[in-house]
């Protein structure tokens, strides 16, 4: 029998006996897109909380969210509803940036997630001098000073980096919705920008536009 895996809470919580003020998990969504931008999102379990980490309180606070999922084992449906309780939650902080297409093609795709990343830390607009840790979905570094440490598929396995993935997913798609009506013959709300069949027919057809990243060798090929 197959049981359902949820994201759980042991990363946080030996960050948080270790004496961690600030534990944010950091998720990415548009990476391996042909258009639009690299999106990032930053989600902490907020600091004057932690005193309760352990208690039935603090569960009980989070009980609405505890069967999250990675956003790519979520329907649109159950993303919409877990994206409104997240970032309307009394005990979660988020933060969001995004990286466009022009400065994706200018230093890479790389490069431009790890940029998201840190942009969104700093919408958190945390306090200074505050113990902080970084849990990165990913298997590479940011080049910013906390403590920080990179998990593959920290998205499926950490709650804070899951919770951003269903931020970063909404936000995008919501992006990828807003260019769809300029730029309505590609069908980005469908698609989202993504390498589907109707995208390579749409690129075929009408070649590329602004938004598409001209350094892909897909939209160079065509």
């Known amino acids: 029998m197959n049981f359902m895996k949820y994201p759980s809470f042991n990363q946080e919580k030996k960050l948080w006996k270790k004496g961690y003020q600030y534990v944010i998990g950091l998720d990415e969504v548009g990476r391996g897109a042909l258009a639009g931008p ?14 309760n980490r352990n208690s039935r309180i603090f569960a009980n606070k989070l009980a609405n969210i505890r069967e999250i999922k990675d956003s790519k084992q979520l329907t649109p449906k159950q993303r ?3 994206y409104k309780i997240l970032t309307t939650h009394p005990i979660i902080s988020w933060g969001i940036a995004f990286v466009s297409e022009k400065i994706i093609d200018e230093i890479n795709v790389l490069e431009a997630t790890k940029i998201a990343m840190i942009n969104a ?3 958190l607009n945390l306090k200074q001098n505050q113990k902080t840790f970084l849990l990165v979905d990913g298997n590479f ?4 000073p906390i403590s920080q440490k990179s998990i593959v598929k920290a998205d499926e ?3 804070s980096c899951t919770c951003a993935s269903v931020i970063a997913k909404i936000t995008r798609d919501r992006i990828m919705e807003k260019l769809d009506k300029k730029y309505p013959q590609y069908g980005f709300k469908k698609h989202k920008g993504y390498g589907t069949k109707l995208h390579f027919s749409m690129i075929k057809k009408y070649g590329s536009c602004k938004i598409h990243r001209k350094t892909f060798a897909p939209i160079k090929n065509f």
């Not at 989600?43 to 932690?50: D, E, F, L, W």
């Not at 570094?141 to 910013?144: G, Q, R, V």
């Open 121 to 123: 830390i700093n919408d």
């Open 38 to 51: 690299v999106v990032a999102a930053a989600v902490m379990i907020n600091s004057q909380i932690s005193v």
């Open 157 to 159: 396995k950490i709650f």
């Open 141 to 144: 570094k940011l080049n910013f």
């Open 80 to 82: 919409e509803k877990f």
